[in-house]
C-alpha cells in the first residue's frame, strides 16, 4: 500500500510540475505521463478495492467506524479514472504538439486532479490503514 501511494503521489508531483510550468511545458513529459495515468490509477484502485478495502470493512464490523467510507472511496475511484481520462487527452494533445490555448483552464484541471488523488491517500492513511494494522510512516 505504502508503494500505491507512493506511486500515486509521484504522479501528483508530476501533474503539479506540468501545471506550473504551462504554458512552456516539456511535451515529452505531458506524453510520459499522460500514457502512465490511467493504467497506473485502474492498476491501485483494483488493489484497493480487492484486499484493502475488504479487509477494512471487516475490521470495523461490530466497531462504530462506517462502512459508508468505502463506498465513498469507490465512487472516488471512478470519478478520478474519469478526470483521469480527461487529463489525458489533454495531456497527450499537448504532448503532440496542440497550443495551449488557455493555461490557466488547464492546470485548475490538473490541480483538480491531483488535489483529490492527495486527499484521497490522506484519508486512506488516516483511516483505513490504521484500523487494517498498516502503519504509514508518511
Do not use: W
Not at 500515486?8 to 502512465?36: H, Y
Not at 459508508?68 to 472516488?76: G, I, K, P, Y
Amino acid at each position: 500500500m505504502k508503494r500505491a501511494h507512493d506511486e500515486k503521489l509521484r504522479l501528483c508531483d508530476a501533474l503539479e510540475r506540468i501545471a506550473d510550468a504551462l504554458p512552456g511545458v516539456d511535451r515529452l513529459t505531458c506524453l510520459r505521463t499522460a500514457n502512465a495515468i490511467v493504467p497506473l490509477l485502474r492498476g491501485i484502485h483494483q488493489y484497493e478495492e480487492t484486499i484493502i478495502f475488504p479487509a477494512y470493512e471487516e475490521a470495523v464490523v461490530g466497531s462504530n467506524a462506517n462502512l459508508a467510507s468505502t463506498r465513498r472511496l469507490r465512487a472516488e475511484h471512478v470519478e478520478d479514472e474519469c478526470f483521469a481520462g480527461e487529463v489525458t487527452e489533454i495531456l497527450l494533445a499537448i504532448g503532440h504538439g496542440k497550443t495551449v490555448e488557455n493555461p490557466e483552464a488547464i492546470g485548475f484541471m490538473l490541480r483538480g486532479l491531483f488535489e483529490n488523488l492527495r486527499r484521497h491517500i490522506a484519508f486512506e492513511r488516516e483511516h483505513v490503514l490504521p484500523m487494517i494494522g498498516i502503519v504509514d510512516a508518511a
